[in-house]
């Protein structure tokens, strides 16, 4: 008897209490009831949006909880899929702010500012995202849109080359996308014979799949709009694989200046010292900075070019280079850099015999 009575008032007192919130949220004046959320997201949500039964819930519960890090998410989440997308993303922002967490919220932020093409915005967020997680490779990719969208190509270009270092070591699974924008950015900025490299990299990470009728067309554009087409005549070096870990040193010239290089298709870019930079009149004031992805782990260097990278009888114009400030002993005594995939990507490489050989890239 005693259970049976309880159990009354207990479905008495949950009826009463669903019909103040049922009350609440179609009687209250939400501005009234919120307006301390409101004011910490930065947000104004219209009456109707508010009245929403989910949306009302997650109020309350931020009212309660400010740094509630569940409800402001279920809260953008409602907010999108009732139209409100703008709200959803500035509070997002603002939210994060405050509290200092979660950081994934401003990339969904990011997200919504970009499919609003309020780039501006999308690129201020991402600022913020960048300083509280700058080793994210979104959070450089989403800035890169943003920077791309309203015309400040020469950062975006740095963001795009951030992403793909700070990807891993696998750079073969990454997405394509990151690459033809990164290629677009130097084609806006006239700079066309740059622009086929990215192109030129990405297929090279998978040359089986990835050296298509497409992505030749690509690059073949870009050369031609930069009159940079390399030489089709044939032609090949051929060196010894040594040691366990296969290190290749190689003579190269770079504008001109011959240095000692470790042939390196792991390294994303040509890399060479301050020092052998200036010999070689390789530009490095007006450059952008970049981070790069080593063998010692992450370092920083300034992205330049080289009109000219010569290895053998091999020669490509206007390859990125990266200037790195290194103590003398970073590559190893005596070598002055990598030649990496900037220059090796515009030939075919393959490793065969205890040799690897680079050779003219035949055109399908």
Request: glycine share 8%; aromatic share 8%; with cysteine.
């Amino acid at each position: 008897m005693f259970k049976r009575t309880w159990f009354i008032a207990f479905l008495v007192a949950a009826v009463a209490s669903g019909a103040t919130a049922r009350a609440g949220y179609l009687d209250e004046n939400p501005d009234d009831v919120f307006e301390s959320v409101y004011q910490r997201l930065g947000v104004a949500l219209p009456a109707r949006a508010a009245r929403d039964p989910v949306v009302w819930l997650r109020l309350e519960e931020l009212k309660r909880e400010p740094c509630d890090q569940k409800s402001i998410n279920d809260l953008a989440g409602a907010l999108e899929k009732s139209g409100y997308r703008r709200e959803a993303a500035q509070g997002l922002y603002n939210f994060v702010k405050a509290c200092g967490a979660p950081v994934t919220a401003l990339h969904q932020s990011v997200d919504i500012f970009l499919k609003l093409s309020d780039n501006a915005m999308a690129v201020e967020v991402a600022d913020e995202y960048i300083r509280r997680a700058p080793d994210n490779t979104n959070a450089h990719y989403l800035r890169g849109v943003g920077l791309q969208a309203v015309g400040v190509h020469e950062r975006a270009l740095a963001d795009f080359a951030n992403a793909i270092e700070l990807y891993g070591q696998d750079k073969k699974t990454i997405s394509g996308t990151v690459f033809v924008r990164m290629a677009s950015s130097y084609a806006a900025l006239g700079r066309f014979c740059e622009a086929a490299s990215p192109i030129m990299t990405w297929v090279a990470f998978d040359p089986i799949s990835r050296d298509t009728s497409r992505t030749q067309k690509m690059i073949a554009d870009y050369e031609q709009q930069g009159n940079c087409a390399s030489s089709t005549e044939f032609q090949k070096e051929r060196y010894p694989l040594r040691g366990q870990r296969h290190v290749v040193l190689v003579k190269a010239e770079v504008n001109g200046v011959r240095g000692t290089f470790i042939l390196d298709t792991g390294a994303s870019y040509v890399s060479v010292k301050s020092g052998f930079a200036e010999r070689a009149k390789i530009p490095q004031t007006a450059t952008i900075d970049i981070t790069l992805s080593t063998a010692n782990g992450l370092a920083k260097g300034k992205l330049s070019k080289a009109d000219k990278v010569q290895l053998g009888k091999l020669a490509a114009a206007n390859v990125p280079v990266v200037v790195q400030k290194t103590d003398e002993n970073s590559y190893g005594a005596g070598v002055d850099g990598l030649l990496g995939m900037s220059f090796l990507s515009r030939f075919e490489v393959q490793m065969t015999d205890g040799f690897i050989e680079v050779r003219t890239r035949r055109r399908k």
